[in-house]
């Protein structure tokens, strides 16, 4: 991904994931709040040529290195375009468990997919205020779930994000208003473990 950024589209149709995400909110959530991320962090790189180059991801990974002036920007609109571009292919219809290296290594960290389903829960359910819950390869190279405020992404951790579940209320608030807890449970069948297991594998 490289300036000028654009909207990506949905690998599936906007009520794909129904009854679990609804396609209002699939709607709303691509097309009003990713594109405002989009429109805000080209502006914020508009007057910086030689940012312009580079990959959204080496800018992510090199924050600090950023001017000041749009270090910030980069950060929250940046990240907010790349953990969206993220979170959409890691769900599709019919998603569910874990197979192959990933549920191998989830077994081997954790003890078992259900151990690790309660810890990625709780890390989503207690995020105070808006941001996101993760399953990372933390920097020692072990699986962890994590979670990061607003739109920060693990990468600035020197982390590997395999999998992200956004849980600002924009994300669930049309169905579920105010019962994070019901959202949360419900998108677990919409997991898409082939991508997860793509991230693992890069
Ligand atoms: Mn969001």
Request: proline letters at 6%; aromatic letters at 12%.
């Amino acid at each position: 991904m490289a300036y000028p950024y654009t909207l990506p589209s949905l690998p599936y149709a906007y009520d794909a994931l129904e009854p679990y995400i609804d396609a209002k909110t699939m709607e709303i959530h691509l097309h009003k709040h990713q594109q405002a991320y989009v429109d805000k962090l080209n502006e914020a790189l508009k007057d910086h040529p030689s940012l312009q180059k580079k990959e959204l991801v080496d800018l992510i990974l090199n924050l600090e290195k950023l001017p000041e002036k749009v270090r910030d920007k980069v950060r929250n609109q940046g990240g907010g375009h790349l953990n969206h571009s993220m979170f959409w292919v890691l769900m599709k219809k019919k998603g569910g468990k874990p197979t192959g290296p990933i549920h191998t290594a989830i077994k081997k960290q954790f003890g078992s997919f259900d151990t690790f389903k309660e810890k990625f829960t709780e890390a989503a359910k207690t995020r105070f205020g808006s941001g996101w819950a993760w399953l990372i390869v933390n920097p020692k190279g072990d699986l962890e779930v994590v979670s990061t405020a607003n739109q920060d992404n693990p990468l600035t951790a020197g982390a590997i994000p395999l999998l992200g579940l956004d849980v600002w209320e924009h994300a669930y608030y049309l169905k579920y208003q105010s019962k994070r807890p019901d959202y949360i449970d419900a998108w677990w069948h919409v997991v898409n473990w082939d991508q997860v297991n793509d991230y693992y594998q890069i």
